[in-house]
């Protein structure tokens, strides 16, 4: 059974930094696309970052871009977002989510239908 546990969330003023942490289990390789996603209070459910280390790609949504960092480590098993410079409109549930079928290099699969796998989310606030 696939797992995938967040963690990092919280409370930071504008200007502030965090890291979330998503541990994966119950998937025997790691050479799977992961992704982070966003949910504000009555919004749809938006693409933070992607990464792809098979095709040693990454990519981030313009909103996030110089800001936001996503990486793996294979070893703990677990993906990072770093996130610096924060800002009131990044403030929203964070969701790491897991793609383990294999896709073509520099093809758009970023969208949350391409992801079988998900976290339960951890909520980030951003105050001004």
């Known amino acids: 059974q696939v797992q995938l546990v967040e963690s990092g969330g919280g409370s930071v003023q504008a200007g502030g930094s965090l890291r979330l942490s998503c541990v994966v289990s119950?998937?025997?390789?790691?050479?799977?696309?992961v992704g982070w996603f966003r949910q504000a209070p009555g919004k749809e459910r938006e693409v933070v970052a992607t990464?792809?280390?098979?095709?040693?790609?990454?990519d981030y949504d313009d909103s996030v871009k110089g800001r936001f960092t996503i990486s793996q480590d294979s070893a703990k098993n677990t993906i990072y977002l770093q996130m610096n410079t924060l800002k009131p409109e990044d403030t929203a549930m964070y969701y790491c989510?897991?793609?383990?079928?294999?896709?073509?290099?520099?093809?758009?699969?970023?969208?949350?239908?391409?992801?079988?796998?998900w976290g339960q989310g951890t909520q980030v606030t951003v105050s001004s």
């Open positions: 990464g792809y280390r098979r095709c040693s790609s990454t």
């Open positions: 989510a897991v793609d383990s079928t294999w896709r073509v290099c520099g093809v758009d699969y970023s969208a949350a239908r391409f992801f079988a796998y």
């Open positions: 119950g998937i025997t390789y790691n050479n799977y696309r």
